[in-house]
């Protein structure tokens, strides 16, 4: 167990339609970084949140936008969905978010996009 | 970001010692290896990182020459519950969460 939770576990939508996924992170960390894994393939830096601030992004449109809360909670908001958005949505957290630390994830949102 | 290349499967039986090697050609002074291990339908799971040198601890070690060009995990004595997707990442202080997966490599242990 790490400590890091995800809901919903799975998720259908249909194309087009918007969709908010949560994360709590891990007690004491305030780093949150999302990731979209595709079947078959490894995980995709979508950004990282530290301290309530977006401080990095990787190669996603601006439909793909989050929030971080005060209590270091997350959200992934992904609008006007297509059909490659079907993917495996992982959230993980860390103290400080650098390329040292161990990032602790959660189990993911299975999302299916009809 | 320094790009990693490992072997995309391997194959291997109860109780024998498993070695992954990772290419990271491009690693930066500042960068870290780190290996996680990932189950079908749950996220990544820390195993093990290092600089240089050697790194053990209770699941795994890790051993990375001078040059830091490559790093190979070894997995002694292995189980059928080590089954999963192995993936080797370098990241530094100034990555943050950053951390570029590429497609691991899928370990599959047999009886």
């Known amino acids: 167990e790490t400590g890091v939770t995800q809901s919903p576990t799975h998720l259908i939508k249909t194309r087009g339609q918007q969709v908010t996924l949560r994360c709590s992170s891990q007690?004491?960390?305030?780093?949150v970084s999302w990731y979209q894994q595709a079947l078959g393939q490894g995980p995709q830096f979508i950004f990282q949140?530290?301290?309530?601030?977006?401080?990095g992004r990787g190669n996603f449109p601006p439909r793909f936008s989050g929030l971080q809360f005060p209590n270091y909670s997350s959200e992934l908001n992904v609008n006007a969905l297509e059909l490659d958005d079907s993917a495996l949505y992982l959230c993980?957290?860390?103290?400080?978010?650098?390329?040292?630390?161990?990032?602790?994830f959660g189990s993911g949102t299975q999302l299916s996009v009809l | 970001l320094a790009k990693t290349t490992q072997p995309i499967s391997m194959d291997s039986y109860e109780g024998q010692e498993v070695n992954i090697t990772c290419s990271h050609n491009?690693?930066?002074?500042?960068?870290?290896i780190t290996w996680y291990q990932q189950f079908p339908s749950q996220g990544p799971r820390f195993i093990i990182q290092?600089?240089?040198t050697k790194v053990t601890n209770e699941v795994a070690s890790l051993f990375i020459p001078a040059d830091r060009k490559s790093s190979t995990l070894s997995l002694p004595r292995v189980s059928l519950s080590d089954t999963a997707v192995y993936y080797c990442?370098?990241?530094?202080?100034?990555?943050?969460?950053?951390?570029?997966f590429g497609q691991g490599t899928e370990l599959s242990v047999k009886p």
């Open positions: 491009n690693i930066a002074t500042n960068d870290y």
């Open positions: 007690s004491g960390h305030n780093t």
């Open positions: 993980a957290s860390s103290l400080y978010g650098t390329g040292r630390e161990k990032l602790f």
């Open positions: 949140y530290y301290r309530e601030e977006e401080n």
């Open positions: 290092g600089y240089k």
């Open positions: 990442l370098v990241g530094g202080y100034n990555q943050g969460g950053k951390l570029i």
